[in-house]
């Protein structure tokens, strides 16, 4: 099985949603927000995230879609707005999973600029700044990785290992890391 090791353990990940919540709390405006998550990768960071921040929000989605079944992103970002929420006029917080060659990310940030908010604030769970293909970066970003395709807590190869616990490196031909039962 491709599953490497382990990069991001469960605990490291609570904690550090913990320390991006007080973060927050102070660079986001005060009152209501409104939540944009980027399906379906980040829903898992963002619940826990939105939680933590114990303040009112609704919730929107947008759909992403520049990942076929492999591990390389062709640039081209389709976007679905249909879920979005009304943005005009609010304080939007988006949130996805990750940040790799910037192309979801811009897409997205511009979608949402295009609809008037208040303010609008990025955040990603991780960060992989060696991957950039085009000048941006998240207002907030939970780690920052080496350029390794990863898996777990609501990343996904082929919507495979969406639930794992952890963060681990998927390698399809490294070494069998996986537990074997018994
Ligand atoms: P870009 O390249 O547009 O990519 O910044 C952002 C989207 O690509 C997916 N992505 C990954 N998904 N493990 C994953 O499971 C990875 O290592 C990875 N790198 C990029 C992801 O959906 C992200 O929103």
């Given at each position: ?35 944009v ?14 939680r ?16 076929g079944?492999?591990t ?11 879920a ?65 395709f ?6 996904d ?26």
């Amino acid at each position: 099985m491709p599953l490497g090791e382990t990069l991001i353990s469960e605990s490291e990940i609570r904690a550090r949603i913990r320390e991006l919540a007080r973060e927050l709390q102070a660079a986001l405006p005060p009152g209501p927000l409104h939540c944009v998550v980027v399906l379906k990768s980040a829903i898992f960071f963002a619940v826990d995230l939105v939680r933590s921040l114990g303040r009112e929000a609704t919730l929107g989605f947008i759909s992403a879609a520049s990942y076929g079944e492999g591990t390389e992103s062709g640039g081209q970002v389709r976007l679905g707005l249909e879920a979005a929420g009304r943005v005009e006029g609010r304080h939007v917080f988006l949130i996805d999973d990750i940040l790799d060659t910037g192309h979801t990310l811009l897409a997205a940030r511009e979608a949402l600029r295009g609809l008037r908010p208040a303010s609008l604030r990025t955040c990603v769970l991780l960060d992989k700044p060696s991957r950039r293909r085009v000048k941006i970066e998240a207002d907030h970003a939970g780690f920052t990785i080496e350029d390794v395709f990863v898996v777990g807590y609501g990343l996904d190869c082929a919507e495979a290992y969406r639930t794992l616990p952890d963060i681990r490196a998927y390698r399809p031909d490294g070494p069998d890391t996986e537990e074997k039962p018994g």
